[in-house]
């Protein structure tokens, strides 16, 4: 069993930055591919970003492309999504997932842990 646990969220204003972490529990983390969603008020969740277990590859979703940067320290258990240039349509609860396969996806199905999420607020 993995526990994730986010952390980072807040309020920023528009053009604001902020990192969100993800601490992992469980010996498997170094091998399991991770992943960003969100989930904005009145909609679906929706993939923002995800990395392999190495951390060789990425992949973003092309609302954040260029803005968002997910990166991963396997010694400490944590994926990090770095956001940059926030704007208010930015605005959800953010969650982490992991897989039990080394790759990463853009499709949340394949992800069998989530953590509870984190509130990122950008206001205008």
């Known amino acids: 069993q993995v526990q994730l646990v986010e952390s980072g969220g807040g309020l920023v204003q528009d053009g604001g930055s902020l990192r969100l972490s993800c601490a992992a529990s469980?010996?498997?983390?170094?091998?399991?591919?991770m992943g960003w969603f969100r989930q904005a008020p009145g909609k679906a969740r929706e993939f923002v970003a995800a990395?392999?277990?190495?951390?060789?590859?990425?992949y973003y979703a092309d609302a954040v492309k260029g803005r968002f940067t997910i990166s991963r320290e396997n010694a400490k258990n944590t994926v990090y999504l770095q956001m940059d240039s926030l704007a208010p349509a930015d605005t959800a609860v953010y969650y982490c997932?992991?897989?039990?396969?080394?790759?990463?996806?853009?499709?949340?199905?394949?992800?069998?842990?989530w953590g509870r999420g984190t509130q990122v607020t950008v206001s205008s």
């Open positions: 997932a992991a897989r039990k396969s080394s790759a990463l996806s853009r499709v949340a199905v394949v992800y069998d842990y």
């Open positions: 469980g010996r498997t983390f170094s091998s399991s591919g």
């Open positions: 990395i392999n277990s190495s951390g060789g590859s990425t």
